[in-house]
């Protein structure tokens, strides 16, 4: 049974008056604008929904999905019209902070973090406009874009702030889960998601609900979750979004093909969804179409040049064995990462496991701890970890694999049972190592082409010096 029930049925019900609401604020600014049009929601905060309306008169709205939903061809469109708009009315407070709020995401999803300094500037223009006192809107942008740039801590203040101006603030119950989450407050966050549950039900609730949920280990409440919100999706944007979602938690538990089956949905109802292609490719990846994979992912990469989509590309060369094709990925993302540092984006600690393994483990280390510094969460942790397994302190790094995988909340991923295991080996504690390892292959055989060869290599290894089977021990085997 769930811990808490998310509100779906009270938000069927109030969805008909809030979309009448959006509309008519969306309709009385968009005056004069054609092609593009922005939902605002009846607080005057911008919905998140920058839909393409081309050929039609200003008044043919976006459909309403949440922020991750959009497509860059959406955000582009989305952000030409309201630079035009501005342009011509520039005391619009809303419609900086809308303007602010697009870049945002347009940032995250086309991975470009130079469009981080712009929100910076357009939430700013907001609240010179109208004060925060009765601005939520910039407000809650401003706890986004600290968000993105990975400084949770002033997100959550930020955050914290805008829903003392509007308490039912979508934008801002949102990132506060997100923030308390990434510092590590698991607990915290917990109650956070369903206080926001409360005030404001929907799709981005809903999802966050179901990570806060697989954070604490209870999968199957997640998936139910989801397919729940799942069922109540209108529109295609939230559609693809909840499908994606649904996809990945399925691919963390190593079923692949029903992944691939909603990776699949959500590029029928949304064809440019970058998540959901850089899914299928790791789909197909795992399943053994090394061809299709590659092809998913390259596009992906194309779109949307984030760190952990080179990544993954990278190893699907090196499994390949096209050597320079990978290292090639890795310099991309050694060159994104120092172009989001300049832009005043924190390191991540996806960047930082990469760098442990392909770049250079001393600078790895350094960013690891600096984020450590920061947030407690399972990731940091992890990334910490690893990065201390490269610099060859075996010892150190355990304690904080140890943090990564521990009880509480009760996390399960393999890529953080590999590290513990390989760490555990490095300081001769096979039996651990052996049992770490095994479950991360249990979990997901396909969590890295990588890291899984050497997990079956490093098993058949241990295997041989217990008297086991190497085969059997190689394959995650008794």
Known sequence: MLPWKPQFARWRRLRGVTRRRRI??????????????VAFGPDGTPDGAWRAASGQTAS??????????????????GVDALQRRLKAQPGDAGGWAALGAAYVEQARTIGDPTRYPQAE???????????????????????????????????????????EVNPYGERALSVRVDALVELGRYREARKAVELADRRRPGVPVFTRYAYVLELHGDVKGARRVLLRALDSAFSAGDKAYVATELGQLSWS?????????????????EPEYVPALEGRGRSRAALGDLKSAVRDLKEAVRRSPLPGRLAALAELYEAEGRQGAAKEQYALMNAWTRLARANGVAAEPESALVEAGHGDAAEALTAARDEWSRRHSVHTADALAWALHANGRYKEALGYAKKATAPEPGYQNASLL??????????????????????????????????????????????????????SAARGGS
């Open 418 to 471: 590999f590290h513990r295991g390989m760490i555990e080996r490095a300081l001769g504690e096979h039996t651990a190592a052996r049992r770490h390892l095994r479950a991360a292959l249990e979990l997901n055989p396909g969590f890295s082409l990588t890291h899984a060869r050497q997990a079956k290599a490093a098993l058949g290894e241990l295997a041989v010096r217990s008297g086991q089977s190497a085969g």
């Open 60 to 77: 043919a709205l976006a459909a309403d999905v949440p922020a991750a939903a959009l497509t860059s061809r959406d955000l582009t469109r």
């Open 121 to 163: 500037k357009a939430f700013g223009r907001s609240l010179r406009l109208r004060g925060g006192d009765e601005n939520d809107a910039a407000l809650a942008g401003q706890a986004a874009l600290a968000a993105a740039r990975h400084d949770f801590t002033a997100a959550l203040r930020l955050a914290d702030r805008a829903l």
């Open 253 to 269: 538990r190593g079923d692949f093909r029903r992944a691939l089956g909603h990776f699949d949905a959500a590029l029928r109802a």
């Open 24 to 37: 008519a604020s969306a309709a009385a600014m968009a005056v004069g604008l054609t092609a593009v049009s």
